[in-house]
């Protein structure tokens, strides 16, 4: 039965095709009789040039819903005019990225469960394959056109695939490649080495460049040359282009780049035992196929020319502020097509990548002239803006990138350019950001692990400030332990240094340094002690909060008041350390301790959590020598 309704349907479309009945009556025909076993069929009539013209563009909405309809999209393509249709195809894509988020959404709203979450993800496969197939019908539609100015359809197409493109998607981002090869006349082929090469190969089904597939151009300009300049036109674009999308890209995925170069870099510090995130990348499949995904993305910023950008313009490209982050929603100047930007933080990305991989994989890039100061500075300055929490949260991978940049630009000893005045404190300042608010703490731990080395190559006076200004003024208590930590470095650092005779040590080898530091270090707390501090609540709510600062504290005080150092503290520390310091602090723990005994308010994480740290915090001032 079936059988005979698919054939019943396909010659109802054969009898009925043009001039048999008119464009409009023949796309209800097809609409009303249209199912995934009439598609070979219909490729068949669409065959026709002359109706593929007349009747492609409405057709694009209606195929693109219907499973197996690539090669009916393929026909309408090739033959279809090419003006009609693209204005369709970015229609139709923009239309389904919307549908496509809203179904994130809702998959989002139901936490991964019920109706709406399981039809979010059907719809997100089908959103992709979509967007496949559109960007292949615009790389064969793209190099259909016969136009004077090429850059005017150009400039909207990638403004549309940029907005609708997911970069979570492997699909999407090797149809997106495909696409910038077909329209920038590259023909490399995939990678070999590069797992993502399957993925592109099995994506790119629409062959543009096969013009003896192809119907001419029917509005097709007279003498077929382009405008002067509209060549610089299209690179730019182009490279906007690519940049938008290595933006977009390492922002969805995770590539580890901070921690696998600290890794390379620093094979000592490496705690045996754990898997490395180097030896991840080597030996999990899907990270591969990341690490080739990115790979083929900068070598398509090398194909449309980003490589050969001088290190003049990328200074002044992250020097600007604010800076670009949507460059193709722009205008494109016709004499001065470097006007249009490129996307910050995708430059960034594009030139972290050089120098990650040029230590990682040895590989050879001309990376830019460029140094932490004033560059990089300026870079995370700029990028960073006003709102850094949220700067940090939208753009997880750009962070990695700048964070590379900067481990990077330290290893090669680029910290300051001739005539530069660094301010480190200010720097210091942004990478501590870095290590607060990024969701990874891999990437939290690298922004801290570089904040520790800029600090330490940072004259000792603004190293004195930068310690006392943290441990005074910041509010995290993490930022706070980190910074005591420092502080414990630095003087083990000046007091090796005077000891091996390579330096002087300088004011963190005596007394001078911790007489600076120790009110910062140990702060008065003798209100714990104080009758109305005898709250249970409040002393919690202290320690809850400061915890992690006073432990460190505490152990840097076994530190420095044991037999190595002790000599560096000054003439009546130790006694005053104890009276405002540790006596209150062994109080507090005292009561918390018998609250926590008696009252049930305790209980619970927080209160866990607090009793528990307060016997480490017992034991390790037990331990510290100060008669």
């Keep these: 039965m079936a059988t005979t309704t698919t054939e019943d349907a396909v010659k109802r479309l054969?009898?009925?095709?043009?001039?048999?009945?008119?464009?409009?009556?023949?796309?209800?025909?097809?609409?009303?009789?249209?199912?995934?076993?009439?598609?070979?069929?219909?490729?068949?009539?669409?065959?026709?040039?002359?109706?593929?013209s007349e009747i492609g563009w409405d057709l694009v909405e209606m195929l693109i819903a219907v499973p197996g309809s690539e090669g009916c999209l393929e026909r309408v393509a090739h033959l279809g005019n090419p003006r009609e249709v693209i204005?369709?195809?970015?229609?139709?894509?923009e239309k389904g990225a919307v549908e496509a988020e809203e179904a994130k959404e809702a998959k989002e709203g139901e936490d991964g469960v019920g109706e709406k979450a399981e039809g979010g993800t059907d719809m997100a496969v089908p959103a992709t394959q979509r967007f496949v197939t559109l960007c292949g019908m615009l790389a064969v539609l793209h190099n259909r056109l016969r136009v004077k100015a090429p850059s005017r359809f150009l400039h909207t197409t990638l403004d549309t695939v940029h907005h609708s493109y997911d970069g979570a998607s492997p699909e999407a981002t090797a149809a997106v490649i495909a696409l910038v090869r077909s329209l920038s006349g590259q023909k490399r082929p995939p990678l070999p080495t590069r797992k993502s090469s399957t993925v592109i190969a099995q994506t790119s089904s629409f062959q543009a460049g096969d013009a003896s597939r192809s119907a001419p151009d029917p509005e097709a300009s007279e003498g077929g040359g382009q405008d002067a300049g509209e060549s610089a036109l299209v690179q730019r674009l182009l490279q906007a282009f690519v940049t938008c999308v290595l933006e977009s890209f390492v922002n969805a995925n995770a590539l580890e780049w901070p921690a696998r170069l600290l890794e390379f870099t620093y094979p000592e510090k490496i705690v045996s035992g754990r898997m490395t995130q180097m030896q991840a990348f080597k030996d999990v499949d899907d990270l591969q196929a990341r690490d080739g995904l990115i790979g083929q993305l900068v070598s398509l910023a090398g194909d449309v020319g980003l490589a050969k950008l001088p290190?003049?313009?990328?200074?002044?490209?992250?020097?600007?502020?604010?800076?670009?982050?949507?460059?193709?929603?722009?205008e494109l100047l016709s004499d001065k097509p470097e006007a249009m930007g490129l996307a910050t933080g995708g430059l960034a990305t594009l030139v972290a990548y050089w120098m990650f991989a040029t230590d990682l994989f040895d590989a050879q890039h001309s990376i830019p002239d460029f140094h932490i100061f004033p560059h990089h500075h300026a870079l995370l300055q700029n990028f960073l803006g006003d709102n850094p929490q949220d700067q940090i949260g939208s753009n997880p991978g750009v962070v990695e990138g700048l964070l590379v940049m900067g481990i990077w630009l330290h290893t090669q000893s680029r910290l300051i350019a001739p005539a530069a005045t660094p301010d480190f404190m200010a720097y210091h300042h942004l990478l501590t950001l870095l290590g607060v608010f990024h969701a990874n703490p891999r990437v939290r731990q690298s922004a801290i692990t570089l904040a520790g080395l800029v600090l330490h190559a940072a004259p000792e006076e603004e190293r004195l400030s930068i310690l006392e200004d943290l441990l005074e003024n910041c509010m995290f208590a993490s930022l706070?332990?980190?910074?005591?930590?420092?502080?414990?470095?630095?003087?083990?650092?000046?007091?090796?240094?005077?000891?091996?005779?390579?330096?002087?040590?300088?004011?963190?080898?005596?007394?001078?340094?911790?007489?600076?530091?120790?009110?910062?270090?140990?702060?008065?707390?003798t209100h714990l002690q104080d009758e109305e501090a005898q709250d249970t609540e409040a002393l919690l709510e202290f320690w809850a909060q400061s915890w992690p600062f006073q432990l460190q504290v505490a152990n840097f005080a076994v530190f420095v008041f044991g037999p190595r150092y002790?000599?560096?503290?000054?003439?009546?520390?130790?006694?005053?350390?104890?009276?405002?310091?540790?006596?209150?602090?062994?109080?507090?723990?005292?009561?918390?301790?018998?609250?926590?005994?008696?009252?049930?308010?305790l209980d619970g994480a927080t209160g866990e959590q607090a009793t528990g740290t307060l016997e480490i915090l017992t034991d390790t001032l037990g331990r510290v020598a100060l008669r």
């Design 311 to 330: 290190s003049d313009s990328i200074r002044e490209a992250f020097a600007a502020s604010p800076i670009c982050s949507d460059p193709l929603s722009g």
């Design 87 to 93: 204005l369709k195809v970015l229609e139709v894509m």
């Design 566 to 601: 002790r000599d560096m503290a000054p003439a009546g520390m130790a006694a005053a350390v104890e009276h405002r310091y540790v006596e209150p602090l062994l109080h507090m723990a005292g009561v918390l301790r018998d609250a926590g005994a008696k009252d049930k308010t």
């Design 480 to 525: 706070q332990s980190c910074a005591v930590s420092w502080v414990k470095d630095e003087i083990i650092a000046a007091r090796k240094s005077e000891e091996d005779k390579s330096g002087s040590g300088g004011k963190f080898a005596t007394a001078e340094g911790l007489e600076r530091l120790q009110y910062a270090l140990f702060p008065d707390l």
């Design 14 to 52: 054969r009898d009925s095709k043009p001039p048999a009945t008119d464009a409009t009556t023949y796309l209800t025909i097809i609409e009303m009789s249209l199912t995934p076993e009439l598609l070979p069929a219909l490729r068949d009539i669409l065959d026709d040039v002359k109706l593929t």
